[in-house]
Nanobody
Framework: QVQLVESGGGLVQPGGSLRLSCAASESIFSIYDIGWYRQGPGKQREVVAG??????????TYVGSVKGRFTISRDNAGKTVYLQMNSLKPEDTAVYYC????????????WGQGTQVTVSS
């Protein structure tokens, strides 16, 4: 059972930056696709950014509202994925979740507990 733990959330002023981390209990990112999702107040959960497994080329994707502001990356050890968030806006306020899905065996699907990001002056 893979465990994911997010950290790095907090309160930040509009225009500020935060870096979220998603730490896995095992070195899985070579064969898992990783996604950052968020769920704002009264909203459905949405995907924010994704990165494919190392064996699949490590391609990144972003939802339109965060392109150019957010960057997803991972460390070489394959156990931590980051979400660098710049130029934060109040509408970025949400609980951010990390998700890991096995590249071939999609039934292996894990979620972290989430970390709160609040953008407010």
């Amino acid at each position: 059972q893979v465990q994911l733990v997010e950290s790095g959330g907090g309160l930040v002023q509009p225009g500020g930056s935060l870096r979220l981390s998603c730490a896995a209990s095992e070195s899985i990112f070579s064969i898992y696709d990783i996604g950052w999702y968020r769920q704002g107040p009264g909203k459905q959960r949405e995907v924010v950014a994704g990165i494919t497994s190392i064996t699949s080329g490590g391609y990144t994707t972003y939802v339109g509202s965060v392109k150019g502001r957010f960057t997803i990356s991972r460390d070489n050890a394959g156990k931590t994925v980051y979400l660098q968030m710049n130029s934060l806006k109040p509408e970025d306020t949400a609980v951010y979740y990390c998700n890991a899905v096995h590249r071939q065996q999609r039934m292996y699907n894990y979620w972290g507990q989430g970390t709160q990001v609040t953008v407010s002056s």
